[in-house]
């Protein structure tokens, strides 16, 4: 069993999830976690590139039907939950990682034991979108923007918001939590990206032209560990 799980929902886009697994690889300490794959039954090429994977202990879950955007990472967070997990670190197949997205998704997990952590804070988020540059790399401060690029769960937080509160807005899961937010729940951010959306093609929400008007610009971190501190 293991204490940390990372998640990543796949279908058909094989070079999106080798391009993410190479820079997931450039992190330290992924000896401490589990990768678990939640798998659409569409692309033997998508099955091949995660079962080769060999730099960290892998798992893969293949669906027995078409889950979507919606309920396949639904249900692959609740799978590693459901095994064991205290920590989550969910990754999407179009979302690099900074070399040290790692090192702030483990400063975050401890930094999450202390008393009331949960009651403050929904989540981590590895993407920041006003990182443009500017910024301390070591510098992390609580937001009301959040984004799906990249997050750290616990599963206190799983259980509080992420699980009763997936399925409740018709729009997509990553807007069901707006409302606490509102009511004064924070986000975790890196004031510099530690993630960078890479779908320009292929993708359920983005094309091309909107990917390049949303993301285009903002700039990921891709150094090693910092002292992070919460500003």
């Given at each position: 069993?293991?204490?940390?799980?990372?998640?990543?929902?796949?279908?058909?886009?094989?070079?999106?999830?080798?391009?993410?697994?190479?820079?997931?690889?450039?992190?330290?300490?992924?000896?401490?976690?589990?990768?678990?794959?939640?798998?659409?039954?569409?692309?033997?090429?998508?099955?091949?590139?995660?079962?080769?994977?060999?730099?960290?202990?892998?798992?893969?879950?293949?669906?027995?039907?078409?889950?979507?955007?919606?309920?396949?990472?639904?249900?692959?967070?609740?799978?590693?939950?459901?095994?064991?997990?205290?920590?989550?670190?969910?990754?999407?197949?179009?979302?690099?990682?900074?070399?040290?997205?790692?090192?702030?998704?483990?400063?975050?997990?401890?930094?999450?034991?202390?008393?009331?952590?949960?009651?403050?804070?929904?989540?981590?988020?590895?993407?920041?979108?006003?990182?443009?540059?500017?910024?301390?790399?070591?510098?992390?401060?609580?937001?009301?923007?959040?984004?799906?690029?990249?997050?750290?769960?616990?599963?206190?937080?799983?259980?509080?918001?992420?699980?009763?509160?997936?399925?409740?807005?018709?729009?997509?899961?990553?807007?069901?939590?707006?409302?606490?937010?509102?009511?004064?729940?924070?986000?975790i951010q890196p004031e510099v990206s530690r993630s960078k959306h890479i779908g320009r093609f292929g993708g359920v929400h983005y094309r091309a032209n909107m990917h390049d008007?949303?993301?285009?610009?903002?700039?990921?971190?891709?150094?090693?560990?910092?002292?992070?501190?919460?500003?």
């Amino acid at each position: 069993m293991f204490e940390y799980m990372m998640t990543m929902t796949a279908a058909n886009r094989a070079h999106y999830v080798q391009h993410v697994l190479v820079s997931l690889a450039n992190n330290d300490n992924l000896d401490k976690f589990k990768l678990l794959f939640g798998l659409e039954p569409i692309s033997f090429e998508v099955e091949k590139v995660c079962n080769d994977v060999n730099f960290m202990a892998v798992s893969v879950n293949k669906n027995t039907s078409i889950y979507g955007v919606r309920k396949n990472p639904y249900e692959t967070l609740k799978a590693a939950f459901d095994s064991g997990a205290k920590y989550g670190l969910y990754l999407e197949d179009d979302v690099e990682l900074s070399n040290d997205a790692v090192d702030l998704a483990l400063w975050y997990f401890d930094k999450s034991t202390e008393e009331g952590f949960s009651d403050k804070y929904l989540c981590l988020n590895l993407y920041n979108h006003e990182s443009l540059g500017a910024g301390d790399p070591a510098a992390v401060i609580a937001s009301e923007k959040f984004s799906a690029l990249g997050m750290g769960i616990t599963k206190e937080q799983w259980e509080k918001y992420f699980q009763p509160l997936w399925f409740t807005d018709p729009r997509g899961w990553d807007f069901c939590f707006s409302d606490a937010i509102s009511k004064g729940l924070k986000v975790i951010q890196p004031e510099v990206s530690r993630s960078k959306h890479i779908g320009r093609f292929g993708g359920v929400h983005y094309r091309a032209n909107m990917h390049d008007h949303l993301y285009i610009n903002n700039q990921m971190w891709n150094g090693k560990k910092q002292e992070y501190f919460l500003k």
